[in-house]
């Protein structure tokens, strides 16, 4: 008998990526479209293609996952984002893995991304192992993060790796890299709030440094030419704004409208 399979694919405005993403997945046994309340087309595009969808409001990507992992009704589950493309080859190795009785619980897959014309081979963007993205149920719980989510593989055994690798277009534009950093860094200084580490305007910048600097050289962004570059510059933005976004929350400075003008 062969084994059944859900894919979860978590959306929020995501019209235009989506319908790929479903279309590389169209051969799973159930695919469950978790969105937060899109405004867009996306969930008219998932229904039509015979998604579940199931409307979570947003409380961070953790608790986002473990929601979208419960609306699963088969016991392999695969994940996928919407910017993200599952390959024939990644396919079939899923489809022996799930159908091979020593198969172990979780699996990270490696991903290849592409951005401004071409595949990044470095960066840290290859192979990109993120987080386990095939498993069975009840072996993956996320941490309640708002972003970066945090995991608990809840096994006896390893995690397995692919050898096939899936495709990710992680941006549409410059706008979305810049769109990207501004949401992520105010999840992010939310984050550091409750981790209860202490806030700093040098701490943003040397943060800030050190994120671009080990992405550039340090993972050889820098053979990657301009898109290295501005991933690795991408990444100081929304990193320093992480943490000034922290310090002003912190000191009561989020919004400068509350802030009384000095007398003249």
């Not at 970066?148 to 390893?158: A, G, K, L, N």
């Not at 040098?202 to 570059?229: E, M, N, Q, R, V």
């Amino acid at each position: 008998m062969m084994e059944k399979i859900s894919v979860y694919i978590i959306a929020f405005n995501e019209e235009e990526k989506i319908k790929d993403a479903l279309e590389s997945v169209a051969w799973a046994d159930e695919i469950v479209v978790a969105d937060s309340f899109s405004t867009d087309g996306t969930v008219q595009i998932a229904r039509a293609h015979g998604a579940k969808v199931v409307q979570i409001p947003f409380k961070g990507f953790g608790a986002l996952r473990n929601d979208a992992i419960a609306s699963c009704s088969h016991d392999w589950i695969f994940s996928l984002d919407s910017d993200e493309r599952c390959t024939g080859a990644a396919k079939q190795e899923i489809l022996d893995i799930i159908n091979d009785p020593d198969s172990l619980d979780a699996y990270y897959v490696p991903r290849r991304n592409f951005f401004m014309g071409k595949w990044i081979r470095h960066a840290g963007f290859y192979p990109d192992y993120r987080q386990p993205q095939l498993f069975r149920k009840g072996s993956l719980v996320f941490k309640p993060d708002a972003v970066h989510e945090r995991y608990e593989v809840i096994s006896e055994h390893p995690c397995g790796y692919f050898k096939a690798f899936i495709n990710q277009i992680p941006f549409k534009n410059l706008e979305e890299v810049i769109h990207k950093a501004n949401r992520y860094s105010t999840l992010g200084a939310d984050k550091l709030a409750e981790s209860g580490k202490s806030p700093g305007m040098l701490k943003a910048i040397l943060h800030g440094f050190w994120s671009a600097f080990s992405i550039y050289f340090l993972k050889l962004g820098c053979l990657d030419g301009w898109p290295g570059f501005i991933i690795a510059f991408g990444n100081f933005e929304g990193t320093f704004y992480k943490y000034a976004k922290f310090y002003l929350k912190a000191n009561g400075l989020e919004s400068f409208l509350d802030i009384r003008l000095p007398k003249e």
